[in-house]
């Protein structure tokens, strides 16, 4: 005996709501404190837009049948690759903007600047079930020689969006789709034996590589400069060195401050006395640390913890393995990002420019990370209880 009813989860749209709400009021508050061209748009109402379009994506995809996802996945996935390539020669030129040494950026007339790297990411999620799903569907009997052409399908899959984006040079969401790749690695049903030698092999190539870099950051910086993340080089001195480069740490030292000065109840409403740029995207985190203390930091970590709690229990419980594998791949993500945002924020990690889901302004990736929820909703919709056992 099962369940029929539609199910929506109320905690997942809450959580939602909270971070759109804190979104806005920081948006708001920061209003006065902006220069220059940041300061010609206003921020809170264009982004009380985009939560509004987003709510309606939200609606679609809960409301589409997301097994015909894997109907469409190539379409989608071609898309994306071929608006990856536009970036990449540039063309057509009347429509492809450079900001801070990157060409990430589309600007439409009538609608303004937008990422297509942020939609590429659900794509990529969507691709990546897809090929789990029909390669476990086709070989019932894993072996070791199978594992290892589900991984190449999926490493075939991963790395053209993935080199695309580094090109660009994102290193940001070069790093998202990584984490995207792993969390779908691990839930895809290849052997731990396997899955353990090729984490032993890149944690080494890891350790050797951060070992070398903080030994030699001299020479790694000169090394990057010959790679298409030279543009790198000068975050990685900076949060490695502050001191030694006050230019390049200067984000760094000003948002650690920010986030210091704001103590345990913050210092209340348009009461910033730290500016720093792209506080309105990128460092949206420092913001709400000085305006509203440790405490508010602390309710906005556990805002997100809860998102991804309800994440990995959407995926666990999904009646579908297709299902469970799109919810890895958001909550690879998610997880990803949230940490890369606020570990820059307070210095953990060096700069990469990410925004912070459902926080930082932007319309591409508000509408992306919708995208990315109204699928999860629907995985949700679509489990059913029953009454002696889950059905899988």
Known sequence: MNSNKFRLDL?????????????????????????????????????ILWYVLGAIVITVMMLLDYDRLRQLVWIFYGIGIVMLLMLFFKFPAAIINEANGATSWFILPGIGSMQPAEFVKVFVVIALAHVIMSHNEKHA??????????????????LPPMGLIASQPDLGGFLVLCAILGATILVSGISWRLLLMILGVVLGIATIVGLLAFIFPNQVGAFLQETIFKHVESRFLGWLYPEK??????????????????????KGASNFQVSIPERHTDYIFSAIAEQYGFIGSAVVLFLFFILIYRMIQVGLESNEPFGSYLAAGFIGMFTYQIFQNIGMSVGLVPITGLPLPFLSYGGSSTLAYMIAIGIVLNIHSRTRTYMFETQK
């Open 11 to 47: 905690t997942i749209i809450l959580v939602f709501i909270l971070l759109g709400i804190v979104s806005s009021f920081t948006l708001h508050e920061l209003q006065p404190t902006l220069s220059g061209l940041a300061a010609q748009t206003q921020y809170m109402p264009k982004q």
């Open 245 to 266: 480069y006050p230019d390049s740490s200067y984000q760094y030292r000003l948002g650690l401050m920010a986030i210091g000065s704001g103590i345990l109840l913050g």
């Open 141 to 158: 009997l894993r072996t070791n020689k199978t594992d290892l052409i589900l991984l190449g399908k999926l490493l075939a899959v991963a």
